[in-house]
Each structure stands twice: as C-alpha cells, then as structure tokens.
C-alpha cells in the first residue's frame, strides 16, 4: 500500500522522535535492533492478502506460546556481541589447551575478560534462538516465520554449537571450552552472526507486534479480495486515546464518499485519523483497535489534514492546500483502490470562495468509485446541494449545550450538524472576559 510522509505525520503514525505516536505506542520489542525492524515493517506496508495473511498468523502463533518467549536473549546480550566483534583484542589461541587456555588468561587478562564475558553473551543469545526454533518451527507454521526460522536453523547448524545445545548455562564451560567457541565466533561466525541477528530482530519485531495485539486487545480484521473498495468497521477507536469512543463505520462502491460535520471539538479529526491508522495497522498485518473490521486491500492512503505554509518558497497556506488536493486528483485518477482523508478543506481562504472549492472537488471526487472518501467540514451549507448525489452519506458528531457548556457524546449520527459553537469556547475559555477587560 503507498503511502506518503504527509499521511504518515497527519496520522501519527511513524514518527521515531515523537512520543505520542502509533510506531510508539505499539514498539514493544525486547531490542533495540527489533526495534529498528519493526520501524522498517512500518515504513513499507504490505500488497498483498497473501502476504498480510501471513503475517497475522505469524502474530498469532506466537501469542499462543509467547509466555515461553526466551528471556536470556536481551538487549545487553545484543549489544555485547556487536561489541566483540568490534573491540581489539590480541589474538586467541588456536586448538587452545588447558595450559595455552590459562596463558591466555593471566598475560592477556582484559581480552580474556572480554572474550569471557561476551562468549556467555553469545552462548544465551544462540540458545534462545534454538529454543525458538524448537519452540515455532513445526511443518504448519506460518511462511514468514518458517522462512526465518528455517534460515537460522541452517546457520547455528554447526557442529561448534552442539555444546550450547547440551549445555544449560555458558558458567558450566571450561576455559578451554570458552575460548574454543570464542574463537569460532570471532573469526569463524562473524557474518553468519550478523545475519542470525538481523533474523533474531525481525522475530523481536513480530514478538513486539504480538505482544501489543495481547496488551491493547487488537483484533485482526479480514480482507475481502475483490476490485472493489470496503471498509466496514464496528467498535473502531483512535489507539493513542486513554478512553475511547468506539465508531461504526461502512463505505462501499455504492456508498463510497462520508461526508462529515460536527462543531468544533466534536471529534472529527479524531475520527479521520482512527479510520487512517487503523487501515494502515492492517496493512501491515496487525491487529487493529475495533471490536471487528473487514476491508479491501488497499493500493493507497492518502490524506489531507495539517497542511502548512512555505515561507522559504513564498507559498501560501491555500496554495499548499490547492496543491495537495491537486496531487491527490492525480494519484487516485489510476483506477486503483485508495482510501482518502480529508479535514476541513480550504481553511486557507474566505468562507465563500471555500464554499465553492469544496463544492467543486466534492462534487469531482464523487466520480471516482473505485476509491473510498472521508470528508469533514464546517461547511455544512453545500451538504444540501450534494444529497442529489446517490454515493454520499451525511454524518455529523452531536454535541449539546447545559449551563454554557459544551457536552460531546463522540457519536457519529446520520444527518448534517450546522452547530456553530466556536464563541461560546471562546468565551468559556475566558478569552472574551480577558478582551473586555484590556
């Protein structure tokens, strides 16, 4: 599925640097290289049911025996192997005997330490991956993780690691034993190490991904093969929110453009960005926060929510605005399945000349049914002049008035809102006051 940098920041998807997003919110890996892998599963969502079906029962055949996840494979452990291979230590004696073994020892005493110390590194981290062989390789496993567990079998199948196979703890090793597999290690295994850890990150990645499916209650929507677009969703929450309102939701070629209203702070935005991120979680085969949800596969996500000016180029917020739309008419007129997002249009100009930009893109985007749209607006004027079109629905947030305050239900209605709620906030939050007293 494409998507670009634009979608990614609108959403709060993917931002490494930024604390409140869903890359976050869901990185539960036990390593920093499982991290960095499961940053890559996000950056490049996936173009097939095939392949996304893969990936689900991958996640769900380790939810079934993740309690038997193995601990000795840390972080530490990790990074004390790359340290091994990247340290200068005088050489370790070849065929060592119990003589050679100790005057390696006693001459050489910080390398041996070094050796020591991440040789027992080495010896968790390559019996945890045997246990994870042993643990999810069977002849039913799921083809991504078969594939990754068959090549890491076929690289620690080494006749130098039958000592960590019959061994409980690397403590149990002589001195000559350690330095006998340290040597291996160090100048036998180097990129055969490297590659059974690029294999361990992606497993961590995959274990992150099952782990938050089980901590946040996910649940792995289905994908209806076909060329025509769907989402149908009951139960769908924004992920990021600590209580949510869950939102029902059904789009199809029949009915493929949602066109919403709702006051300020209603939950709009809040909503595009639920559906957003949670058909991009589902492209990439994970589970997703609704109660149940069924799809299309989609050949892109785009939206259209934080546009920005451009001081250094002299561009106007309208014009940024202008652009991203035009961008969007070009990408989605293929004839391939998108789904788009758009939050308020045209905030960049007067409520007239907005009125007719919004009226003329609607009314163009409505002749793409191959695509699904979702719109919100304060505009609720021109939604009278679109109900002659038989592809739109008209949904609003409700929000009630007591006492001068505001009262959100988040519940998505049939109908256009034409609240106009924007003075009585402005006067709740005691600005008006402040400007009467100046």
């Known amino acids: 599925m494409e998507i670009d940098k634009t979608t990614f920041t609108d959403l709060a998807i993917l931002d490494a640097a930024e604390e409140f997003s869903v890359f ?44 038997h996840w193995p601990a000795k494979i840390s972080n530490g452990s990790v990074l004390m192997i790359e340290k091994f291979y990247n340290a200068t230590i005088d050489d370790i004696p070849a065929k060592p005997t119990t003589i050679t073994a100790y ?18 590194h080495a010896f968790d981290f390559i019996k945890g991956m045997q246990e994870l062989i042993q643990l999810f390789l069977k002849v039913d496993s799921p083809a991504p993780l078969r594939r990754s567990l068959l090549f890491a079998q076929q690289i620690i199948s080494q006749k130098q690691f039958l000592i960590i196979e019959q061994t409980n703890q690397s403590t149990s090793l002589t001195i000559v034993q350690q330095l006998e597999l340290g040597r291996y290690l160090r100048y036998h295994f180097k990129r055969d190490m490297l590659q059974l850890l690029d294999i ?15 901590t946040y209650g996910l649940h792995f929507p289905q994908f209806v093969p076909g060329d025509e677009p769907l989402l149908q969703a009951t139960g769908l929450y924004h992920l990021l929110l600590p209580q949510p309102v869950g939102y029902d939701i059904v789009l199809h070629p029949k009915c493929n453009f949602l066109f919403l209203t709702g006051a300020n702070m209603a939950g709009k935005s809040t909503f595009i960005k639920a559906i957003g991120a949670s058909v991009f979680l589902a492209h990439i085969g994970m589970g997703v926060p609704a109660q149940q949800m069924q799809l299309s596969l989609f050949d892109g ?32 007129s293929d004839g391939r ?75 998505l209605k049939k109908g256009i809102s034409n609240d106009r709620l924007g003075y009585l906030i402005l006067k709740n939050e005691g600005v008006v006051d402040m400007l009467e007293k100046l």
């Open 301 to 332: 996500l785009l939206s259209n929510i934080n546009v920005v000016d451009n001081l250094g180029k002299g561009e106007s917020y309208f014009y940024n605005e202008v652009q991203r739309i035009k961008s969007t008419v070009i990408k989605i």
């Open 200 to 214: 361990y990150f992606q497993l961590d990645a995959w274990y992150g991904m099952a782990l938050a499916v089980k």
């Open 103 to 120: 005057s390696y020892k006693y001459f050489h005493r910080p390398d041996f330490s070094l050796v020591e110390y991440s040789v027992g």
């Open 337 to 411: 399945k998108w789904l788009i997002l758009i939050d308020e249009l045209f905030k960049g100009t007067n409520v007239e000349d907005a009125m007719k930009c919004s009226s003329t893109v609607i009314e163009g985007l409505l002749k793409i049914t191959n695509s699904l749209f979702i719109l919100s607006t304060h505009l609720y004027e021109i939604g009278e002049g679109l109900k002659k079109y038989p592809n739109i629905s008209f949904n609003y947030f409700e929000t009630a008035v007591k006492n001068d305050q505001l009262l959100f239900s988040y519940q």
């Open 24 to 67: 976050n919110k869901l990185n539960l890996c036990r390593t920093v290289g499982g991290r960095d892998k499961l940053y890559e599963n996000f950056c490049t969502p996936l173009n097939s049911i095939e392949a996304i079906t893969g990936i689900q029962q991958t996640l769900q055949t380790i939810l079934q025996d993740i309690h």
